[in-house]
């Protein structure tokens, strides 16, 4: 077959995260398909090397009905069999099949937009939908919201899970190589005592010296970061006296703080001013310590498409803390402390027992290993390909 697959959105984060390890994994199967990479040679530059069955389409145009008219220009002259599109958009037209992935309907779920303008976003994207051969949701939740949404039937859905990112593993072996391995980290040998020193030298360079709670993510508004903060300043209350964590801080990683003013105002609001810091965007070798380091992760989300931060933290031995809504109970399953993320009580409550409970939190440890068994970029990429021929045919 000849599958074109739009590359374009390949530095993103979630959707980014996505392409890049489908196409990798595709390229790792051999010649059966020939692929032609819809974007521009910058955007495959972070595919490189490609095996010779992979070739780059420049499609990169300005304008909504331009970009349409170009693509059904490409696919004719290509003879493309089948085009997949990684991420929820209009498609005006398209001279051949296609199948695209759904990774969340937040826009949808969290817009002030309304009126006609979001009556017609909503009916293209339904005609959109229906048209498709095939849908790839990342979750059953997701799933779930097309259906709802879009009134799209479940037998035209396909739900095909996400998984760690290759690139957030290759730190890790890299850092492993320089510094030893996880096993090392638990505990023994030379290679734990560097593993460890590394870990004190990031912690000067961003001045964390106390143990702290940690957030992984953007800043939206489904992310529900004001509950978080207060429900950290809770549970501030009620350790104060505590031996370990009278100094507990919490350490938000994504976003700047200077572009949120309503966190801002949360902070200053539950006095938290010198507990709470906003360290933006931190290299995956830097993050992969932050994780590593924390106490709890805590991710309070009150929608997810599929919600990879989780099995992140999971992967490097932290216990989680997450809501017991949307799709995270599928991706961390009884690998973490589930709680009602509109109840800032039970945040807190879940995060000091995960602090406070060493039985539970051993236990969460050996679960979330297993947890992260069950999600390979390897077993989706076969279900992809077994879609791309039934989609094909």
């Known amino acids: 077959m000849r599958i074109a697959i739009d590359i374009r959105r390949i530095e993103d984060f979630g959707v980014g995260t996505y392409i890049r390890n489908l196409v990798q994994k595709l390229a790792a199967r051999g010649s059966q398909n020939d692929y032609f990479l819809l974007g521009d040679q910058k955007s495959a530059e972070n595919l490189l090397p490609l095996p010779g069955n992979f070739r780059v389409l420049h499609w990169n145009g300005s304008g909504r009905l331009w970009r349409a008219m170009q693509l059904h220009q490409l696919i004719r ?17 398209s001279p051949c099949p296609y199948l695209m992935t759904v990774h969340d309907l937040a826009d949808f779920l969290y817009t002030s937009q309304t009126g006609w303008r979001q009556r017609l976003r909503v009916q293209m994207t339904r005609r959109t939908m229906m048209n498709a051969r095939r849908i790839l949701a990342v979750s059953s939740a997701t799933q779930r919201d097309i ?64 143990p702290f709670l940690l957030y992984v993510g ?66 995956q070798e830097i993050l992969r310590i932050f994780y590593q380091s924390a106490e709890v992760f ?61 039985a539970l939190r051993a236990q969460l440890r050996a679960r979330g290993h297993q947890q992260i068994q069950r999600f390979s970029w390897d077993r989706s990429v076969d279900q992809v390909l077994e879609i791309y021929a039934g989609a094909a045919a």
């Not at 998984?163 to 290679?191: H, P, Q, V, Y």
């Open 77 to 93: 002259s290509s003879w493309i069999d089948l085009l997949h599109i990684p991420y929820l958009q209009p498609v005006l037209l």
């Open 147 to 210: 259906e709802n949404l879009f009134a799209v039937p479940g037998e035209k859905i396909s739900v095909i899970a996400n998984a760690l990112d290759e690139r957030f593993l290759l730190a890790g072996r890299l850092s492993g190589n320089l510094s030893g391995t996880i096993s090392d980290d638990m505990g023994n040998g030379t290679g734990g005592q560097a593993r460890r020193e590394e870990i004190r030298l990031v912690q000067e360079r961003y001045g964390v010296q106390d």
């Open 218 to 283: 953007s800043a939206r508004p489904q992310k529900n970061l004001p509950r978080l903060i207060e429900a950290f300043a809770v549970v501030k209350g009620e350790l104060l006296a505590h031996p370990t964590y009278q100094n507990l801080k919490l350490l938000i990683i994504g976003d700047e703080l200077s572009e949120h003013p309503e966190l801002r105002h949360t902070v200053l609001r539950t006095r938290m001013q010198t507990n709470v810091r906003f360290l933006g965007f931190l290299p």
């Open 298 to 358: 805590v991710f309070p989300s009150l929608h997810e498409g599929f919600g990879l931060p989780p099995l992140e933290a999971m992967s490097m031995g932290t216990p989680v803390v997450t809501s017991n809504v949307s799709s995270l109970p599928e991706v961390v399953g009884d690998a973490a402390v589930t709680v009602h993320p509109e109840n800032v009580f039970d945040i807190a409550r879940g995060i000091q027992r995960a602090l406070t409970d060493e």
